[in-house]
Every structure is written in structure tokens, then in C-alpha cells.
């Protein structure tokens, strides 16, 4: 459809003659999903959303040719009177800040030449000729960064470990296997803007002596592949990667592979196995991949959005960066909103905002006038926040605390007519199907617990239910191998916390 409208486009400005004076970009997802297909027109930065076709014309000869914006296809916010034009005002834009995703709504995605126009390489070329590797890894740690793929580890102290290892040759490792039910952040980056983690891998690779990383895929994401492999061809005709970069002595080169679609090869240890062509699977830690990682060598493995950080700390320094968030939690979160909410798509917002904020001021608050019931972040492996927390500071602590997690960044809205019971069961029947199977507690415990919800929602709870489900849970988080198993527990752990009164009304129900 998007690829319609950009012919309609191109044939009104041939047929206007424009051609020559106005440029078309195809950039990477500007972020309001539910408002495609969108454009953006300079130099006003006047915003159209659901565009079809036949609005190519108006467009042209309207707004380009007498410059007044088509007022009907203007973005209006939920029950505003007056349409916004300009795309830093819509709601959705509103209180975000743009580290990672800086270039995604202005550069092609496909032209290195754009990336370098807006600073791209310009931080590999200051590590290369002006930093050590040791000052490189401090500057990283000095900026408080914290891995985004949900643990939130110190991304510096991840790289010392690794450079401070023994054995040779050491790796540097993408984890692009984002699997979460609505969480498609890693995959905005990867498709709209390349090369920002080509340059982060790359900068790492010096940081830590690294001469080969790996970008790890999923499968369901072509257009994200397809775009990689040939930022990384273009990086490489460019003298961006592969030898003596910069005219330097160091070498650095990056390939792809392929996920088959396991949610657990987004766990570290089974994205490296997979890696190395054998079995998706978990493998208990220690050691961790600092010390043993692909082909048993250190390597460091970080998610997309960690690597799209990089360059902006090294050019703007960690200072600069380090001035963003809170104390605990530097920089900027990107998440993707979904479910009952008006505005949904992605956003990038500091660390520290309210929950309150993102579903209201940016999300545009809940369809159809209902009362905002809960958020889930973190997707299978976090929990839900109830409406009393909505004034929650986002940050991996505070999250924490409340039996959710940050997670990769997934951020689903429910509404006063959600079942609580039904969103923990969703859930656990994903992890069920998504098991690796190689652990029990994992493997056995997480089909019981489901069998047990089953019951629940089908009107032959029992009473006792509510308290084995609570010990399982607190078995699978204590014994299970790998983080898919130790975080399945936790939407039902929380759905109890805060929603018991609806497990117990069904089980009332029982027929
Ligand atoms: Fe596999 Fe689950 Fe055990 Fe992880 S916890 S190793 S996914 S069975």
C-alpha cells in the first residue's frame, strides 16, 4: 500500500513537472503504526497519516505547489477540534527523545551516504584515531548504558570482562532475535536505520580486540535482513568494514545469521549455540560469554537498540548521556505500544517518565472513553502494572520492584474489559509452546501451571488453585536453567498480585 502511494507520488510530481525539485525518501517506520501510510513534508515537517493513492494529487498540487497543507489529511488528536500539522506536535512525538532512533524518520535507509550526512562513522573514526580500546570501554561504562535486551547489565563492564579475558580471537555478537508477543523495536532500527549498529559492533570490536561479529536474526524479519546485508556490503565498499578501516590496523567484518524462529534463541547462550550451527538451546552459566561465548572464545553479545547507542555516547560524550534518565538508569528506553490504547507504534522516551505519560499524553489515553486496568512491559517474561502505579518513574528498578521488568520493551495497554486471567494465560501458553523443553521445572512446570489457568477460565477452578499455581511459579523461578524459565512465572505472579479478586471470581463461577 505504502508502495502505491509512493507511485502516485512520483506520477504527480512528473505530471507537474517537479521532479527535478522534489526529492522522495523512503525512510525506515517514522513510529505511529496505526496511522500508515504515512509521509512527511519538508521543510514545514507537515504530517499525513493514513494516506491512499488518490491523495498523491492533493498533496502536489496543494501543498507543494501553493503551500497550504491538505487539511483533511492532517493528524488529529483523540477528541481535538483543530487537526496538527506539524509531526513534532502530534501527540505520539510529544515528550519523546531521539537517541536511537535518530535517523529513522530521515534518512533512506538503503543510503550509506545519508547515514554519513547525519554523523554516521564519524564515532568510529574518533575511536580509531583518537581513543585507546581502554578509554573507549570507560567512556561506555561512564555513561551509565545498561544492556536494553532486558537484563539491563552495564554494557561497559560487559565489554571489560570480555577485553580482559583470556584466549583469542574474541567476538562481538547482535542479538536481532526479538521474539516478544508486540515488541518490534529491534526491528524498526535494524529496517530504518542499518548502519547505527554496524558502526556500534564495529566500535565495540576495537574496545575489546575483535576482528569478526555476528548479527543474529530472526527469520520473520526479511525487509530487516535484507537491509542489514546491504548496509553491511555498502559499509565494506566504503572501507567501513573489513581491513586496516580508516586507514588504521584495524580489521573488522560483520555476518549474518539466520534465526529459525525459537523464542529461546534470544536467551544469550542458545544465540550462540545457534550461532554455531548447533542446537538452540540454554547452557548453564558460568561461564558467561565474556569468557566463553561463540566457538567457547570471549565474545560480547548486546540486543540492537544497545548497539544504536553507541555511536551518539562516543560522539557526544558520557557526560552528555549520562545526563539523561535517572540515577540508575542512563538514556533513553525505546518501547512498543500496543493494545487498548489510541496511539499505538513506537516510541523512544527518556528514562524516568511516568507510566502515566507514555499511555496518556503520548498513547492518547484509552479508546472509546474505558478506564486504563494495566500495562504489561516485558512481555512474557514481565509482569502487569496496575492502574495505582501509573505514576511509576520508568526505570529497570522501579519496574522491578512492582513484579514487572523493562524487559526488550514491549508495552501492552489493557482496558477495564480485559480478563487478567486470560492476559496471564496467553502469556504462559506462549512460554508453554515456546519452551526449549531441556529443563523440567521448565518444561513440565509451566504446562501444569497452564492446565491449572485452563481450568480456572473454563469455570472448574478448585479452590486451592490460586495457591499451587503461586508455588509453582515460585519453583520454576527458582530452578529453571535459563531466563525463558525463570521470567515464565512472573504474568502470572503478578496478575495474582494485583488482580487476585479475579481469579477468585472465577473460580466462584465454577459451573
Ligand atoms: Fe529450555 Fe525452559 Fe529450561 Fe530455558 S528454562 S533451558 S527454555 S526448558
Same mark, same amino acid.
Given at each position: 500500500?505504502?508502495?502505491e502511494?509512493?507511485d502516485?507520488?512520483k506520477e504527480s510530481?512528473n505530471?507537474?513537472g517537479?521532479t527535478?525539485?522534489v526529492?522522495?525518501?523512503?525512510t %525506515?517506520c517514522?513510529?505511529p503504526?496505526?496511522?500508515?501510510?504515512?509521509a512527511?513534508?519538508?521543510?514545514?515537517?507537515t504530517?499525513?497519516?493514513?494516506?491512499?493513492p488518490?491523495?498523491a494529487?492533493a498533496?502536489v498540487e496543494?501543498?507543494?505547489?501553493?503551500?497550504?497543507?491538505v487539511q483533511?489529511?492532517l493528524?488529529r488528536a483523540?477528541?481535538?477540534?483543530?487537526?496538527?500539522?506539524c509531526i513534532?506536535?502530534?501527540d505520539l512525538?510529544?515528550?519523546?527523545?531521539?537517541i536511537v532512533?535518530? #535517523?529513522t524518520?530521515?534518512?533512506?535507509?538503503l543510503?550509506i551516504?545519508e547515514?554519513i %550526512?547525519?554523523?554516521?562513522y564519524a564515532?568510529?573514526?574518533?575511536?580509531?584515531?583518537?581513543?585507546?580500546?581502554?578509554q573507549?570501554?570507560?567512556?561506555?561504562?561512564k555513561?551509565g548504558l545498561?544492556g536494553?535486551?532486558?537484563a539491563?547489565f552495564?554494557t561497559?563492564m560487559?565489554?571489560?570482562?570480555?577485553a580482559?579475558?583470556? %584466549?583469542?580471537?574474541?567476538?562481538?555478537?547482535? #542479538?536481532?532475535?526479538e521474539?516478544?508477543?508486540?515488541?518490534?523495536?529491534?526491528?524498526?532500527v535494524l529496517?530504518g536505520?542499518?548502519?547505527?549498529?554496524?558502526e556500534?559492533m564495529?566500535?565495540?570490536g576495537y574496545?575489546?580486540g575483535?576482528e569478526q561479529?555476528y548479527?543474529?536474526v530472526?527469520a520473520?524479519y526479511p525487509l530487516?535482513?535484507?537491509?542489514?546485508?546491504y548496509a553491511i556490503e555498502k559499509a565494506?565498499?566504503?572501507?567501513?568494514l573489513?581491513?586496516?578501516?580508516f586507514?588504521?590496523s584495524?580489521n573488522?567484518?560483520?555476518?549474518?545469521?539466520?534465526?529459525a524462529g525459537?523464542?529461546?534463541?534470544?536467551?544469550?547462550?542458545? +544465540?550462540?549455540a545457534?550461532i554455531?550451527g548447533?542446537?538452540?538451546?540454554p547452557?548453564p552459566?558460568?561461564?558467561?560469554?565474556a569468557?566463553?561465548?561463540?566457538?567457547?572464545?570471549?565474545?560480547v553479545?548486546n540486543?540492537?537498540?544497545t548497539?544504536a #547507542?553507541?555511536a551518539?555516547?562516543?560522539?557526544k560524550g558520557?557526560d552528555?548521556?549520562?545526563?539523561i534518565?535517572?540515577e540508575k538508569?542512563?538514556?533513553t528506553k525505546v518501547?512498543?505500544?500496543?493494545g487498548r490504547?489510541?496511539?499505538?507504534?513506537?516510541?523512544?522516551?527518556p528514562?524516568?517518565i511516568?507510566?502515566?505519560?507514555?499511555v496518556?499524553?503520548?498513547g492518547?489515553?484509552?479508546?472509546?472513553?474505558k478506564q486504563?486496568?494495566?500495562?504489561q512491559?516485558g512481555?512474557?517474561?514481565g509482569?502487569?502494572?496496575?492502574?495505582?502505579?501509573l505514576d511509576?518513574?520508568?526505570?529497570y528498578?522501579?519496574?522491578g520492584?512492582?513484579?514487572a521488568?523493562?524487559?526488550?520493551?514491549?508495552?501492552?495497554?489493557?482496558d477495564?474489559?480485559t480478563?487478567?486471567?486470560?492476559?496471564?494465560k496467553?502469556? +504462559?501458553?506462549?512460554?508453554?509452546?515456546e519452551?526449549c523443553?531441556?529443563c523440567s521445572p521448565?518444561?513440565?512446570?509451566t504446562k501444569?501451571?497452564?492446565e491449572i489457568?485452563?481450568?480456572?477460565?473454563?469455570g472448574?477452578g478448585?479452590?486451592g488453585?490460586?495457591?499451587l +499455581?503461586?508455588?509453582l511459579?515460585?519453583t520454576?523461578?527458582n530452578?529453571a536453567?535459563c531466563?525463558?524459565?525463570?521470567?515464565?512465572?512472573?504474568?502470572?505472579?503478578?496478575?495474582?498480585r494485583y488482580?487476585?479478586d479475579?481469579y477468585e471470581?472465577?473460580i466462584?463461577?465454577?459451573k
Amino acid at each position: 500500500k505504502c508502495g502505491e502511494v509512493v507511485d502516485a507520488l512520483k506520477e504527480s510530481l512528473n505530471k507537474n513537472g517537479l521532479t527535478e525539485q522534489v526529492r522522495i525518501i523512503l525512510t %525506515g517506520c517514522m513510529g505511529p503504526c496505526d496511522m500508515g501510510p504515512v509521509a512527511i513534508v519538508y521543510p514545514d515537517a507537515t504530517f499525513y497519516r493514513r494516506l491512499r493513492p488518490k491523495d498523491a494529487e492533493a498533496i502536489v498540487e496543494e501543498h507543494i505547489m501553493k503551500g497550504a497543507p491538505v487539511q483533511r489529511l492532517l493528524y488529529r488528536a483523540p477528541g481535538a477540534k483543530e487537526p496538527t500539522p506539524c509531526i513534532h506536535d502530534i501527540d505520539l512525538f510529544k515528550k519523546q527523545q531521539k537517541i536511537v532512533l535518530r #535517523n529513522t524518520i530521515y534518512i533512506d535507509p538503503l543510503s550509506i551516504e545519508e547515514y554519513i %550526512g547525519r554523523d554516521g562513522y564519524a564515532a568510529l573514526a574518533k575511536v580509531l584515531t583518537q581513543m585507546t580500546p581502554a578509554q573507549v570501554i570507560e567512556e561506555v561504562k561512564k555513561s551509565g548504558l545498561r544492556g536494553r535486551g532486558g537484563a539491563g547489565f552495564s554494557t561497559g563492564m560487559k565489554w571489560g570482562f570480555t577485553a580482559a579475558a583470556p %584466549g583469542t580471537p574474541k567476538y562481538v555478537v547482535c #542479538n536481532g532475535d526479538e521474539g516478544d508477543p508486540g515488541a518490534f523495536m529491534d526491528r524498526s532500527v535494524l529496517e530504518g536505520d542499518p548502519h547505527s549498529v554496524i558502526e556500534g559492533m564495529a566500535i565495540c570490536g576495537y574496545a575489546i580486540g575483535a576482528e569478526q561479529g555476528y548479527v543474529y536474526v530472526r527469520a520473520e524479519y526479511p525487509l530487516a535482513i535484507q537491509r542489514l546485508s546491504y548496509a553491511i556490503e555498502k559499509a565494506r565498499e566504503y572501507g567501513l568494514l573489513g581491513k586496516n578501516i580508516f586507514g588504521t590496523s584495524f580489521n573488522f567484518d560483520i555476518e549474518i545469521r539466520i534465526g529459525a524462529g525459537a523464542f529461546v534463541c534470544g536467551e544469550e547462550t542458545a +544465540l550462540l549455540a545457534s550461532i554455531e550451527g548447533k542446537r538452540g538451546e540454554p547452557r548453564p552459566r558460568p561461564p558467561f560469554p565474556a569468557q566463553s561465548g561463540v566457538w567457547g572464545k570471549p565474545t560480547v553479545i548486546n540486543n540492537v537498540e544497545t548497539w544504536a #547507542n553507541i555511536a551518539p555516547i562516543i560522539l557526544k560524550g558520557a557526560d552528555w548521556y549520562a545526563s539523561i534518565g535517572t540515577e540508575k538508569s542512563k538514556g533513553t528506553k525505546v518501547f512498543a505500544l500496543a493494545g487498548r490504547i489510541n496511539n499505538t507504534g513506537i516510541v523512544e522516551v527518556p528514562m524516568g517518565i511516568t507510566l502515566r505519560e507514555i499511555v496518556y499524553e503520548i498513547g492518547g489515553g484509552i479508546p472509546r472513553k474505558k478506564q486504563f486496568k494495566a500495562v504489561q512491559t516485558g512481555g512474557p517474561s514481565g509482569g502487569c502494572i496496575p492502574a495505582e502505579h501509573l505514576d511509576t518513574p520508568i526505570d529497570y528498578d522501579s519496574l522491578g520492584a512492582l513484579g514487572a521488568i523493562m524487559g526488550s520493551g514491549g508495552m501492552i495497554v489493557m482496558d477495564e474489559d480485559t480478563c487478567m486471567v486470560d492476559i496471564a494465560k496467553f502469556f +504462559l501458553d506462549f512460554v508453554v509452546d515456546e519452551s526449549c523443553g531441556k529443563c523440567s521445572p521448565c518444561r513440565i512446570g509451566t504446562k501444569r501451571m497452564y492446565e491449572i489457568l485452563d481450568r480456572i477460565t473454563n469455570g472448574q477452578g478448585r479452590e486451592g488453585d490460586i495457591e499451587l +499455581l503461586s508455588e509453582l511459579a515460585t519453583t520454576i523461578k527458582n530452578t529453571a536453567l535459563c531466563g525463558l524459565g525463570q521470567t515464565a512465572p512472573n504474568p502470572v505472579l503478578s496478575t495474582i498480585r494485583y488482580f487476585r479478586d479475579e481469579y477468585e471470581e472465577h473460580i466462584k463461577e465454577r459451573k
